[in-house]
């Protein structure tokens, strides 16, 4: 089966920071562009960064610049999100997925997703 599972989100306070995997089971994540993206109840799903095949482009939305950082262990079939400085807006759940060249029109095959949630 092909998998993707994310992990790593938690509560944190504003200012905080969380690290995010997302883990590749029955396939080889060097041959896809992986992109984060999340949605927070009663919004649309939003883009959060991407990274292509090799790592060696990353693409991240407006909102997060700065912030977060993404990078990829082929290695170790992961791709992680490093989040810094983290915004109560921030608040969401967290999904990767296959979006090839980085479009932000990504495959529909999603994993249960990690819950991110920023309050004091």
């Known amino acids: 089966q092909l998998q993707l599972v994310e992990s790593g989100g938690g509560l944190v306070q504003p200012g905080g920071s969380l690290r995010l995997s997302c883990a590749a089971s029955?396939?080889?994540?060097?041959?896809?562009?992986i992109g984060w993206f999340r949605q927070a109840p009663g919004k649309e799903r939003e883009g959060v960064s991407c990274?292509?095949?090799?790592?060696?482009?990353?693409d991240y939305g407006d909102s997060v610049k700065g912030r977060f950082t993404i990078s990829r262990d082929n290695a170790k079939n992961t791709v992680y999100l490093q989040m810094n400085s983290l915004k109560p807006e921030d608040t969401a759940i967290y999904y990767c997925?296959?979006?090839?060249?980085?479009?932000?029109?990504?495959?529909?095959?999603w994993g249960q997703g990690t819950q991110v949630t920023v309050s004091s």
């Open positions: 029955g396939f080889t994540l060097d041959s896809y562009d």
């Open positions: 990274i292509s095949r090799s790592g060696g482009s990353t």
């Open positions: 997925a296959v979006d090839p060249l980085c479009s932000g029109y990504p495959n529909n095959s």
